[in-house]
């Protein structure tokens, strides 16, 4: 099966509920006027997309309208998928890892996948020849390192660990060195399940960077934000406080094979401005992909 065929399987719930609403303005469709775009600005607000960014879409797909002339359904539906796309496509999606080594520091609240996200990327940068340490700086929870282990020798990366405990930057250190040593392409660490409200967690994340920056000041830095996708508009406070406390270059989207809320991820990257660079549909090591907006857009309208 395509990457696209399982995209499309796992928006399975949000295509639905999007194109149930879609289908029921465009059963009566007539003509584009105000009446007809304010029910579809309804329906991208109750798709989780936004109010903001509803507005953007609806106000842009309005003046292609009326400058293009647009009259057909089809049509209609076509120039707001290129609504949608123009957001999605800020920037480029792949990942900044130029330098040998390269830091991949993965943060993201409890549950969302994190840990699971970590092994299906390291999986990648593997089957495309990198070699790959991965740091289990999350020592709050001995599971977390647990189920870490299993996934690093899956994706076949070597895997830093000490007790639960520990100071997570004294980890991360650690790593750095054996990256160093071992001449590794990349080191990807993992992060406790923060809560954003939770001040002394972010605290430890302000030190790991620390120690990044200090031990690898000329090395390429990717930061990944691990979203669910069930959650909806509560994604959109998780990305602000991640924000503040940390320079998110890319998100990372799970879980959507499960959700009906697919649409919020649009009124993230508009809002924020920052790309998703990964999209995981399925439980498998290898369904993890880089992410397409155009696939993406296709699968829910």
């Known amino acids: 099966m395509s990457f696209f065929d399982k995209l499309k399987q796992g928006m399975n719930k949000t295509k639905k509920s999007f194109n149930e609403k879609i289908n029921n303005i465009f059963?009566?469709?007539?003509?584009?006027?105000?009446?007809?775009?304010?029910?579809?600005?309804?329906?991208?607000?109750?798709?989780?997309i936004g109010i903001d960014t509803?507005?953007?879409?609806?106000?842009?797909?309005?003046?292609?309208i009326?400058?293009?002339?647009?009259?057909?359904?089809?049509?209609?539906?076509?120039?707001?998928?290129?609504?949608?796309?123009?957001?999605?496509?800020?920037?480029?999606?792949?990942?900044?890892?130029?330098?040998?080594p390269s830091v991949i520091l993965v943060v993201g609240v409890n549950g969302v996948g994190k840990t699971t996200s970590i092994g299906k990327i390291a999986n990648r940068l593997a089957k495309d020849g990198k070699k790959v340490v991965i740091a289990a700086a999350d020592t709050f929870r001995a599971a977390a390192v647990e189920q870490l282990e299993i996934w690093a020798q899956r994706a076949g990366a070597d895997i830093v660990k000490r007790e639960e405990g520990v100071d997570p930057a004294s980890v991360v250190y650690d790593a750095i060195k054996i990256t160093k040593e071992k001449q590794a392409d990349i080191l990807i660490v993992d992060t406790a399940g923060r809560l954003h409200n939770k001040k002394y967690l972010m605290d430890e994340l302000n030190k790991m960077q620390k120690v990044i920056n200090k031990e690898m000041p000329d090395s390429?830095?990717?930061?990944?934000?691990?979203?669910?996708?069930?959650?909806?508009?509560?994604?959109?406070?998780?990305?602000?406080?991640?924000?503040?406390?940390?320079?998110?270059?890319?998100?990372?989207?799970?879980?959507?094979?499960?959700?009906?809320?697919?649409?919020?991820?649009?009124?993230?990257?508009?809002?924020?401005?920052?790309?998703?660079?990964f999209i995981g549909i399925g439980e498998q090591i290898d369904d993890m992909e880089i992410f397409n907006s155009t696939d993406f857009v296709k699968a829910i309208i």
């Open 220 to 277: 390429d830095k990717e930061v990944l934000l691990v979203i669910d996708g069930t959650t909806g508009q509560n994604a959109i406070s998780q990305v602000k406080a991640f924000k503040e406390e940390a320079d998110i270059t890319g998100l990372v989207l799970t879980k959507l094979d499960g959700t009906a809320k697919g649409g919020v991820i649009i009124g993230i990257v508009e809002e924020n401005r920052i790309p998703v660079k």
């Open 54 to 64: 509803s507005t953007k879409i609806i106000s842009n797909l309005k003046e292609r």
């Open 66 to 100: 009326k400058k293009e002339k647009i009259e057909e359904e089809e049509e209609v539906k076509q120039a707001l998928r290129e609504e949608m796309q123009k957001i999605l496509d800020i920037t480029d999606v792949s990942l900044k890892l130029n330098t040998k």
């Open 27 to 48: 059963s009566n469709f007539r003509k584009v006027d105000e009446e007809f775009l304010e029910e579809l600005e309804e329906i991208l607000i109750m798709s989780d």
